[in-house]
């Protein structure tokens, strides 16, 4: 059940049926929006953050109900993240377990102490996560993987990496269904 909590309220409509199964209202809706759409940022721009950061953080239904987040290098490619992971472990048990995941990428952090803030850009994405089992799209997305972080490589060393690594690697995939990006105030202000 992923961890779901369901509120039921007396005489008041927070709790409805769908497909023979009470939800709640946050549910049916399932992602909130943006209470700051001043600091939104657009999809674009959302989208260049995922394409040019590094690293980011993967969010996981963990061990007794325990979020686990856990900082992952990854590559972003028509709307479906990919990151590599060995087969067993934490991460791969919270993906089995429950599968939906958010994963948050930082752009931008610079500190402005005289007004004890931050000057940031940020994604979130959330979706559903699996763990890629056929050959080909497991190939595929290591490839994508190793051209983003290597991009000069021949393809004979990559080949060669690919294949020494082969045996242990597990591809990962998240498929974006809801993403926002936000930019602090200040940045934003800056647009108007």
Known sequence: MCGRVLLFLEGDADCLMMN???ITREEKYMFREMRRKKQLLSNEESIEILKNGTSGVLALLG???YPY???MSYVYDNSKIYFHSAKSGHKTDAMRTCGKASFCVI???EIHPEEYTTYFKSVI???KIRILEGENEKRQAIEKLAMKYHPND???NR???IAR???PLCMIELSVEHMTGKEAIEIAKKKW
């Open 20 to 22: 023979d199964e009470m």
């Open 63 to 65: 061990d007794n109900g």
């Open 69 to 71: 987040a856990v900082p």
């Open 107 to 109: 752009a931008q952090d």
């Open 125 to 127: 994405a959330f979706g």
């Open 154 to 156: 021949d393809e004979a």
């Open 159 to 161: 080949n060669q990496e």
């Open 165 to 167: 690594e082969w045996n």
